[in-house]
């Protein structure tokens, strides 16, 4: 049995041995549970049902997968060893980077120093103090430049100061004629020399350039005698460390290497390339390294197989370790990117193991393995699924007709509740039908109740009219026409405020929306008293009001006609006393206002409160009882409420009116801004 997972749907892969034939099918869990759960479903799944795989298709698959591989991992080597020889370039690159911006910033030193008269002082007179004062200058100039070592020598090569005058490896002294820096700037020349420093043994690369008497009257040459022209004084010198590229090299994941133009390593990520040759030395060339003592005492023995070659041309190369055996098989092949730089004659190169791209490589094949795999699988379970679907419906095909066989009288049931749904449906919608007569009877009786309930709102403002014309045919006969102009207006006003009410009346009879908007509570106030004070006066009542200015949210209008009901009734409550007093306050609460209408007559009986705002119920003689229930339905309709009590103290009834307040943090009220609604 060959197990195998993949993923969620997958149970097993199972090889069964049937008559001699070999099968291999896809079990799923819903497959295996179904099975379980219905012995009798297990002959739909005999194995010669379900398509099987057979050793020929798996060789087949195994030859498919094997011509693909081929193809796979070529095309993943050539990609690999791109990748490794892009990256050996760009670490290259960055070694020369940092080798040209240290080089090319040294090379010029000599030569802008050697402007200083010290250099000619000391060489035309090399006495002790000018050679003092100059080796400390050197030593001034070495340390803010950074450089390894700078030293003037004679035209002889002996040196006569140095910025390492102090140290154990001082140069004053030593004759360096035979460098070949020195024979450069002895004709006139920049020179640059890479080589190990003969007395300390450190690495370094030199600069140098001639340093001439003050006015030379033609270029420096050499004779024909080879005897140096007059003219020329001496040879300044700067030697620069290089030990840089090896922290460079630091951040690199592979080797490199510095040679020089005859092969031989100079700088190093590995000890034992150190001093060595990457081609074979002519007896010449090893002669003429020796005479200049640039490498010392080294071997230079050679570790490569290569033969010479221009840089450009190398692309792979074998080096041996030293340590071992020069026998062939101990030369590991690498990939190697190499640039020469001809200007100082130095090669830079940065190596890898040809061995990573076969680790690549392993990498691809296992990837495309399993990209096989899982194609197989799925193709594998894509066949099984659809088998399996084609046999779930032709089981529930079966056990469908088995079950409508068995199921008639069900669906005569059925039938016949059908038949009572539809009865029902019926009945519903006549029901519905009687409830819509219903509530147009009830819009009817709205509209006549606010029928009767007109002539009551519409009493208190022309009985107001009434007394300002009144009033202005007196002061026409007595010919006080100066006052004339404001009772003008307030008929004109209370003209304003009977259209708008009849207007509500409409707006109620027809259902709109109110338009609530912010508006001050003395607005309101100052339009309900100038509606009920001609008759506050004129029965001896006293209103006092102890209201707090606050802006609330509701329409004007109607609350207007709120208080004018409220402040009426009041006055009908004191109809009988000489004199009565009725007081408005406010209570301010967080999201509302508690607007208290007060007044000290006779007051109700308890059982009585409940109805005073039932449309038609009246404790008066004279009334229709429509005034207290069209006031509930205004406050209502703005998103308030009323309230009746007895008063606290002494007699009378207080009523009670609670209006949201203005706040921009409510989504109603956000945006909206006050607007002066007086009337």
């Not at 087949?60 to 011509?67: D, M, N, S, T």
């Not at 802008?112 to 000619?120: T, V």
């Not at 190398?314 to 990939?335: A, C, G, M, Q």
């Not at 009901?565 to 109809?575: D, E, F, K």
Request: some cysteine; proline content about 4%.
């Amino acid at each position: 049995m060959f197990v195998a997972s993949a993923g969620s749907h997958f149970y097993a892969v199972l090889l069964f041995l049937s008559q001699g034939r070999d099968y291999i099918f896809v079990m799923t869990p819903p497959l295996r549970r179904m099975l379980k759960k219905t012995p009798s479903l297990i002959a739909l799944f005999r194995l010669k049902t379900v398509t099987g795989i057979r050793p020929r298709q798996l060789r087949g698959l195994f030859l498919l997968y094997v011509f693909g591989l081929l193809p796979a991992l070529m095309l993943a080597h050539w990609i690999t060893e791109r990748e490794l020889v892009q990256q050996l370039q760009d670490e290259r690159r960055l070694i020369e980077k940092s080798l040209h911006s240290t080089l090319n910033f040294f090379q010029f030193i000599p030569e802008l120093m050697n402007q200083s008269e010290l250099f000619r002082l000391t060489l035309q007179q090399p006495k002790p103090a000018n050679i003092e004062r100059l080796n400390r200058y050197l030593d001034a100039t070495n340390q803010q430049i950074e450089s390894d070592a700078i030293y003037l020598m004679n035209t002889r090569g002996i040196t006569l100061a140095s910025s390492n005058f102090n140290q154990p490896h001082s140069f004053v002294g030593d004759d360096f004629s035979f460098r070949p820096y020195f024979n450069d700037a002895m004709q006139g020349e920049r020179g640059s020399y890479l080589a190990l420093g003969v007395k300390s043994g450190q690495r370094g690369y030199y600069f140098s350039a001639p340093i001439y008497s003050e006015t030379p009257s033609i270029k420096p040459r050499v004779a024909e005698s080879g005897l140096v022209e007059p003219g020329k004084m001496g040879v300044l010198v700067v030697k620069v460390s290089l030990n840089f590229i090896e922290d460079v090299w630091r951040r690199s994941d592979s080797e490199f290497l510095v040679y020089d133009e005859d092969g031989v390593v100079f700088f190093s990520s590995r000890a034992d390339w150190l001093y060595r040759s990457l081609f074979a030395l002519s007896s010449e060339t090893r002669q003429r390294l020796q005479q200049s003592k640039r490498y010392g005492q080294q071997r230079l023995e050679s570790i490569s197989l290569q033969d010479k070659a221009e840089p450009e041309a190398i692309k792979h190369i074998r080096l041996r370790n030293p340590n071992t055996s020069v026998d062939e098989t101990d030369y590991p092949s690498w990939y190697i990117s190499v640039n020469a730089i001809d200007h100082w004659g130095l090669n830079v190169a940065t190596l890898t193991p040809t061995g990573k791209s076969y680790q690549g490589l392993i990498s691809y094949a296992v990837g495309y393995t399993l990209f096989v795999l899982l194609c197989w699988f799925y193709w594998l379970y894509r066949t099984k699924h659809q088998e399996l679907q084609q046999h779930l419906a032709s089981m529930n095909s079966r056990l469908e007709e088995q079950v409508n066989a068995l199921t008639a009288d069900l669906r005569q049931s059925n039938s016949q509740l059908q038949e009572s749904v539809d009865h029902h449906k019926k009945a519903l919608s006549e029901l519905e039908q009687t409830q819509a007569e219903l509530i147009q009877a009830a819009k009817l009786a709205v509209l006549g109740e606010f029928s009767a309930g007109l002539h009551h709102e519409l009493a208190q403002p022309l009985q107001a009219l009434q007394t300002y014309a009144e009033n202005s045919l007196r002061m026409l006969q007595r010919d006080k026409t100066e006052m004339l102009g404001d009772n003008l207006q307030e008929i004109v006003a209370v003209t304003q405020t009977m259209s708008t009410i009849a207007q509500q009346f409409k707006v109620f009879a027809r259902r709109h929306e109110p338009e609530p908007r912010p508006v001050r509570l003395a607005e309101i106030i100052h339009g309900a008293l100038s509606i009920v004070r001609p008759k506050l006066d004129e029965q001896n009542c006293e209103l006092l009001d102890e209201t707090l200015d606050c802006t609330i949210f509701c329409e004007p209008i109607l609350i207007e006609q709120v208080l004018v009901n409220l402040i009426s009734n009041a006055m009908h409550a004191l109809s009988g006393s000489e004199s009565g007093e009725i007081i408005l306050s406010t209570q301010i609460q967080p999201s509302s206002l508690l607007l208290h209408v007060a007044d000290d007559g006779p007051g109700v009986e308890s059982k009585v409160l409940h109805h005073l705002f039932e449309p038609f119920f009246t404790t008066r003689k004279s009334g229709l009882g429509l005034g207290l229930a069209i006031v509930r339905r205004i406050v209502e309709s703005q998103d308030g409420n009323i309230s009746v009590a007895p008063r606290i103290t002494g007699n009378g009834l207080v009523f009670t009116v609670s209006l949201p307040l203005f706040s921009q943090a409510d989504p109603r009220m956000a945006g909206i801004g006050i607007q002066d609604n007086s009337v």
